[in-house]
C-alpha cells in the first residue's frame, strides 16, 4: 500500500496546454519534495514544501502544500516537450526531512 | 556542481549469480540512501546509512542482500544470489544530514536473465 497516492498515473497533452497532477495521503508529512526524473537518471529535485499552506513558484510550475500537510499538487503552465518525465512526490515524517517515502509516480508527455 | 557518482550505470547477471554495485556520496555529505525503482513506479528505501552505520535497513531482503559503508564515504550494495525479481534500477542518494534534501546518483540498471 502507497503512503502516497499519486493522480494520474499517465498524462499525455499537447504542448501549451495546462495540467495539475496531485499527491494524496491519510498521514501528516513535515515537509514534501518534488522530482523530476527522466529515463535512465536519477530523480532531480525541484523544490521542498514545508509549512501547511505553502505555495513555491519556480517559472511555470507552481507547487502547493496542503493546509494539514498530509497532500500537495504540481501545476505547470503552458507545457513544454522538455517537461516530459516522471514527476514523483515524496514526504517525509516527524520533526526532520530525514527517510523520504516516495509516490509511484506520474508519466508526463508533451507532444509538440 | 557535486555529484553522486554510481556504477556501473547498466549491469546484466545470470540469477544464482553475485552482483555488486558501488555509490560515491558528494563529499562531507553523511546521509546515504540505497533505494530500488522497479520500472513504472516511484523509488523504495532499502538502507540508510549515517556515517558508517546502519539506521534503517527495515526493508533490505537481508537473505540475499548486504550493504556496507566501512569508512563511512563510499558504500557498497551486494546481491548473492540475484533473482529474475530484482531486475531493477537501484539508486544511491546523499543528503548533508537527516535534515537535508537528497541529491542522487545516476543510478544503476539491473537486468537479472
Known amino acids: 500500500t502507497q503512503l502516497l497516492e499519486q493522480s494520474p498515473q499517465f498524462l499525455s497533452i499537447q504542448e501549451g496546454e495546462n495540467l495539475t497532477v496531485y499527491c494524496n495521503s491519510s498521514?501528516?508529512?513535515?515537509?514534501l519534495q518534488w522530482y523530476r526524473q527522466e529515463p535512465g537518471e536519477g530523480p532531480v529535485l525541484l523544490v521542498t514544501?514545508?509549512?501547511?499552506?505553502e505555495v513555491k513558484k519556480l517559472k511555470r510550475l507552481t507547487f502547493q502544500f496542503g493546509d494539514a500537510r498530509k497532500d500537495s499538487s504540481l501545476h505547470i503552465t503552458a507545457a513544454q516537450p522538455g517537461d516530459t518525465g516522471l514527476y514523483l512526490c515524496a514526504g517525509s515524517r516527524g520533526t526532520s526531512y530525514g527517510k523520504l517515502t516516495f509516490g509511484q509516480g506520474t508519466i508526463l508527455t508533451v507532444h509538440p | 556542481e557535486a555529484e553522486v557518482a554510481q556504477s556501473p550505470r547498466y549491469k546484466i547477471t545470470e540469477k544464482s549469480q553475485a552482483v555488486a554495485f558501488w555509490c560515491d556520496p558528494i563529499s562531507g555529505h553523511a546521509t546515504l540512501y540505497w533505494y530500488r525503482q522497479i520500472l513504472g513506479q516511484g523509488p523504495e528505501l532499502l538502507v540508510q546509512f549515517q556515517d558508517e552505520s546502519v539506521v534503517d535497513d527495515s526493508q533490505l531482503p537481508k537473505d540475499r542482500f548486504s550493504a556496507e559503508r566501512l569508512k563511512g564515504v563510499d558504500s557498497t550494495l551486494k546481491i548473492q544470489p540475484a533473482e529474475l525479481g530484482d531486475s531493477a534500477m537501484y539508486l544511491c542518494a546523499s543528503s548533508l544530514a537527516q535534515n537535508y534534501g537528497y541529491t542522487f546518483g545516476s543510478g544503476t540498471r539491473l537486468t537479472v536473465v
Open positions: 514544501v514545508v509549512t501547511g499552506g
Open positions: 498521514s501528516v508529512f513535515s515537509s
